[in-house]
């Protein structure tokens, strides 16, 4: 077996970011369209089969940015409960991250919102579909420990956090549907005041 230079090593996980970053940026330009493999290579500035020399499908490039969002996503919740005590205050704090990081990341909003995935390989949906489960079930944490400390929110653990995650979703559609000109923040110091007020 021919040995890889530590230069190729080096070089692959940078072209495979680079692919990536393309695909997101590609999903981010042209709203509503679908992505085809042709036109992510010439954006990258490769063959279709130098796509595939990094990634076995498409589908398992858009299971890359899905990597990316979960690790960026959890990983600034970890902060945030490391930071943050009181239930209503990580719960905003996450809400606001979440809505940010769509802002900030249009693109990447298109796949978690569905539109980019319509025609798409199946198992995408499921894994979207897992990453809102996974919210909702920190939401319920959250939600259930701040219960134990005295903190209710005068609802059901479940209703709370699945209203929660719906105002996430359906923030996110909007963005996605108004082609990124209606930004997720939009209005969200009231809405939150309205939403905060529906807990006590």
Not at 29 to 41: N, Q, R, S, W
Not at 147 to 163: F, K, W
Request: net charge neutral; with cysteine; hydrophobic share 40%.
């Amino acid at each position: 077996m021919a040995q890889v230079s530590s230069d190729d090593k080096q070089q692959r996980p940078s072209r495979k970011r680079h692919i990536l970053e393309c695909l997101a940026r590609e999903l981010e330009g042209h709203p509503g369209e679908k992505i085809t493999t042709a036109g992510l290579a010439r954006a990258v500035g490769v063959t279709e089969a130098a796509l595939y020399r990094h990634f076995p499908s498409k589908a398992r490039m858009y299971e890359g940015l899905i990597e990316f969002i979960e690790d960026s996503v959890f990983g600034l919740i970890t902060k945030i409960l490391d930071e943050e005590t009181d239930a209503m205050t990580r719960c905003e704090k996450i809400m606001r991250m979440l809505l940010g990081f769509a802002e900030r990341n249009p693109g990447m909003t298109r796949i978690l919102a569905g539109d980019a995935l319509v025609g798409e390989n199946p198992r995408l949906r499921t894994r979207t579909g897992q990453f809102f489960d996974r919210i909702e079930t920190q939401f319920k944490q959250i939600l259930r420990e701040g219960e134990m400390r005295g903190e209710g929110t005068g609802n059901t653990v479940q209703i709370s956090a699945n209203l929660m995650l719906v105002v996430i979703e359906g923030k996110f559609h909007q963005f996605v549907r108004s082609e990124f000109s209606r930004s997720p923040l939009m209005n969200w110091d009231n809405q939150w005041a309205l939403l905060r007020s529906s807990f006590s």
